[in-house]
């Protein structure tokens, strides 16, 4: 399965993500940064599984981060 990953401490809270794809990214309140939802913390990193019908909109958000911190592995 497909993971996608986030090195959130570099977020810059731009929203695109949550904009794009509102089920996977929600703008968190208390730092302004994008949380990965459902994601698990590994140090600096969050991380989820996906299906791979989440794929394809994925990588775009990913390539539509403008500080490119989201990764899909
Ligand atoms: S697109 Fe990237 S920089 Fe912008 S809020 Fe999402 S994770 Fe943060």
């Known amino acids: ?3 996608v990953v986030q090195y959130r401490d570099k977020c ?5 993500c949550a904009e794009m794809q509102p089920a996977l990214w929600r703008m968190s309140r208390k ?7 459902g994601a ?3 140090k600096k990193v969050f991380i989820i599984p996906i299906n791979a019908g989440l794929l394809e909109a994925t ?6 981060c403008p500080v ?3 990764k899909l592995q």
């Open 1 to 3: 399965m497909p993971k």
């Open 12 to 16: 810059i809270g731009c929203a695109i």
């Open 31 to 37: 730092d302004g940064k994008a949380t990965l939802i």
């Open 40 to 42: 698990l913390q590994k």
């Open 59 to 64: 990588e775009a958000v990913a390539r539509a």
């Open 68 to 70: 490119n911190i989201i």
